[in-house]
């Protein structure tokens, strides 16, 4: 099956500073990756759709300059957490899908768990 | 809009039990309906889907039939196993243009021995 990376698997920083993830498609070409955040005992929360070579779009509410994604390939997103404080503390998770079928499956990745202190 | 309403955990049985998650949900379309598995620490997994009215998906001994007269889609397991304590999340998506699943919020298995 469709393979996604994800790294780093754990991040600690401190506050003030920027953390960058990477969300890899192994096997497969991802014309589109979502990233999504993952608060405790919750459900994911979509944050923001990429296709490969043009601009994220970015669910209400999602700061665009302080989550920054980049979709230069088509196997590798970048996230970035620019000037990170506690409150984006969380579990990051991306996606991927290939299109070219009815429904598009999404394979996610294993996730990133950012804690800022 | 859209939305997907999962029974609240934990549920938590004994090693052999019978599993129900429930799944309910409210489209304006006819969606596929999908059931996500997250071990701890991990992102999600597809376990199984249906993409019509009556299909029943079926993995690792878990199965759901899409119900759409009660708009349901029911997780369901005969004899489940340690090894499948996990969050289980209930997704939906409009088929056709892009994948943009909606979740529900999760229902947490914890299965003793």
């Known amino acids: 099956g469709a393979v996604v990376s994800q790294h780093p698997s754990r991040v600690i920083c401190k506050s003030g500073t920027s953390v960058k993830i990477e969300c890899r498609s192994l096997d497969f070409q991802a014309t589109t990756m979502f990233w999504y955040r993952q608060f405790p005992k919750q459900s994911l929360m979509l944050m923001a759709t990429s296709n490969e070579g043009s601009k994220a779009t970015y669910e209400q509410g999602v700061e665009k300059d302080k989550f920054l994604i980049n979709h230069a390939s088509l196997t590798l997103s970048t996230l970035t957490v620019t000037s990170a404080h506690p409150e984006d503390s969380s579990f990051y998770i991306c996606?991927?899908?290939?299109?070219?079928?009815?429904?598009?499956?999404?394979?996610f990745g294993p996730g990133t768990r950012l804690t800022v202190l | 809009g859209d939305s997907v309403t999962q029974m609240e955990g934990p549920v938590t049985l004994s090693e052999e039990a019978f599993l129900t998650i429930n799944c309910t949900y409210t489209a304006t379309g006819y969606p596929s309906l999908f059931w996500y598995v997250q071990y701890p620490g991990e992102g999600l997994q597809l376990l199984l889907k249906?993409?019509?009215?009556?299909d029943k998906g079926s993995n690792k001994g878990f199965e759901a039939t899409y119900r759409k007269e009660t708009t349901s889609f029911h997780l369901e397991k005969g004899s489940v196993q340690v090894s499948d304590s996990a969050v289980y999340f209930c997704?939906?998506?409009?088929?056709?243009?892009?994948?943009?699943?909606?979740f529900g919020r999760g229902t947490s298995l914890i299965v003793h021995p």
């Open positions: 996606s991927a899908t290939s299109g070219g079928s009815s429904y598009n499956e999404q394979f």
């Open positions: 997704a939906l998506s409009d088929t056709g243009g892009s994948y943009i699943p909606t």
């Open positions: 249906a993409t019509k009215a009556d």
